[in-house]
């Protein structure tokens, strides 16, 4: 079982930048491609970006191209999202998952593991 916690959401205002940290625990983390995914209140959970187990393979939604940037530190158990140029629409929960598909997968049903999720608030 592996277990992941988000950290690093809060509230900015547009324009600005957070950062969003995915911790993980309880199995081997080169075992499992991660993708961050995100829920806006009343919309269908859809996924921001994805990277395989080895970073050599990434995927963005077409919304947060060349705003985000999604990486892993295997050896750190960690999995990161960097937003930039953050917008009022890139509110919503933010969620990091874990496939053992291991290659970079988007479908929410292709997903293994989930954390908890954590706050992005982007004021006007």
């Known amino acids: 079982q592996v277990q992941l916690v988000e950290s690093g959401g809060g509230l900015v205002q547009a324009g600005g930048s957070l950062g969003l940290s995915c911790a993980a625990s309880g199995g081997t983390f080169s075992d499992y491609a991660i993708g961050w995914f995100r829920q806006a209140p009343g919309m269908e959970r859809e996924i921001v970006a994805a990277?395989?187990?080895?970073?050599?393979?990434?995927y963005y939604v077409d919304s947060v191209k060349d705003r985000f940037v999604i990486s892993r530190a295997n050896w750190q158990n960690t999995a990161y999202l960097r937003m930039f140029a953050l917008k009022p629409e890139d509110t919503a929960i933010y969620y990091c998952?874990?496939?053992?598909?291991?290659?970079?997968?988007?479908?929410?049903?292709?997903?293994?593991?989930w954390g908890q999720g954590t706050q992005v608030t982007v004021s006007s």
């Open positions: 998952a874990a496939t053992r598909r291991r290659l970079v997968a988007t479908a929410v049903d292709e997903y293994d593991y």
């Open positions: 990277i395989s187990w080895n970073s050599v393979n990434t």
